[in-house]
């Protein structure tokens, strides 16, 4: 019998279901995702510099013309990466489950001055009222996120009906060998990075009920650019 603070939520494994169970609003999953990113927080900025400098840093500029406000809503903000292509004018907010990225991004968003809400909560519980924000967006998020559809479900929920969902996201690749080699890497990469690498991102956009606009590969099929309304 479950607690009153307890309640039990679906877990998407792959392609099965298990039942976790939810302790004071955060279940075990989302535990071990914020325990393994609090862990990381210190090195974080330090280990991904040289993908940053070749090759996200560019990706990420799409932000600036994409984000249209009023208001606006960064899921998995960790150490705050796309502070500098916040376009100005728009209210952000930015939550992300692990106080220690949060710690971070708070100390980049006082150096630069900007002004932006960080607030920790799960994606997949997020504490906003429904069709709060004209743009939701996220950039290598939904591969840590434990269950991904329940997830993109909330930023749903939070988006306006005319507003925008941007995915910055990689994901397996549709070649069959290469996506078998990624299922049989992922238990090593999760547990030293936090991140799933095989998993079937624009399958759970769509699942969550998002309409796809736009899909771009940027590297082979496995970093895209996605772009979808409610
Ligand atoms: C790979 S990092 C990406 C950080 C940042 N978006 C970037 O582009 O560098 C993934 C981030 O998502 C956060 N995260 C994972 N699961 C989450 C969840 N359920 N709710 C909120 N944030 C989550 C992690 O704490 C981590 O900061």
Redesign the pocket.
């Given at each position: 019998m479950l607690s009153a603070v307890e309640s039990a939520s679906k877990i998407q494994v792959g392609r099965c279901c298990i039942t976790s169970q939810k302790v004071d609003g955060i279940d075990q999953p989302?535990k071990r995702?914020?325990r393994r990113?609090d862990r990381l927080a210190f090195a974080?900025d330090i280990m991904?510099a040289p993908l940053e400098r070749f090759r996200?840093a560019v990706w990420?500029q799409r932000l600036r013309n994409r984000i249209t406000g009023p208001t606006a809503l960064?899921?998995?903000?960790?150490?705050g990466?796309?502070f500098p292509y916040y376009p100005s004018g728009v209210q952000i907010v930015g939550?992300?489950?692990?106080p220690r990225?949060l710690m971070r991004a708070r100390r980049k968003a006082s150096n630069r001055d900007l002004s932006v809400e960080l607030r920790e909560?799960?994606?997949?519980n997020l504490d906003f009222p429904d069709h709060s924000f004209d743009t939701v967006f996220?950039?290598?998020?939904f591969?840590?996120?434990?269950d991904p559809v329940d997830?993109l479900r909330e930023l749903r929920r939070v988006c306006r009906p005319s507003g925008r969902l941007l995915l910055?996201e990689h994901m397996r690749p549709e070649n069959f060998v290469l996506g078998l080699f990624f299922d049989a890497l992922n238990p090593i990469v999760v547990r030293m990075?936090?991140?799933n690498i095989n998993r079937r991102t624009m399958d759970n956009i769509r699942l969550a009920g998002w309409n796809v606009r736009i899909e771009e590969n940027l590297s082979s099929d496995i970093v895209q650019w996605i772009e979808a309304v409610p």
């Open positions: 989302s995702t914020q990113y974080y991904e996200f990420r960064e899921v998995g903000v960790g150490t990466k796309n939550v992300d489950l692990s990225m909560m799960d994606v997949q996220a950039t290598f998020v591969c840590s996120v434990p997830g910055l990075m936090g991140a």
